[in-house]
């Protein structure tokens, strides 16, 4: 019922930043919390950070923690990743998720984007 579609994902070279969009349909936007997830060749997808349905608490991983910042706009029905500093660890295809939930140490997660490439070259 909620389609996303990412955007922003390029190649950049390692202490750049970039910011990625994903850009919902849907009438529960506000409703989801959201979140984006990431995956690089070989390894398993993996939780990058996700953000309530009113903006007010965020969650990062520890790996993007003080590097990254999620954020949503609910008019837009729009959710950002911000990225700075960024290393050549962070290569992965970097998914957007809605209707994140959190069950212990483990995420489930509604709907997804179909992922975009980001290339952090050293």
């Known amino acids: 019922q909620v389609q996303l579609v990412e955007s922003g994902g390029r190649l950049v070279q390692a202490g750049g930043s970039l910011r990625l969009s994903c850009a919902a349909s849907g009438r529960t936007f506000s409703n989801y919390a959201m979140g984006w997830f990431r995956q690089a060749p070989g390894k398993e997808r993996e939780f990058v950070a996700a953000?309530?349905?009113?903006?007010?608490?965020?969650y990062y991983a520890d790996s993007v923690k003080g590097r990254f910042t999620i954020s949503r706009d609910n008019a837009k029905n729009t959710v950002y990743l911000q990225m700075n500093r960024l290393k050549p660890d962070d290569t992965a295809v970097y998914y957007c998720a809605a209707d994140l939930r959190q069950d212990g140490s483990d995420w489930y997660v509604g709907y997804w984007g179909q992922g975009t490439q980001v290339t952090v070259s050293s």
């Open positions: 953000i309530s349905w009113n903006g007010y608490t965020t």
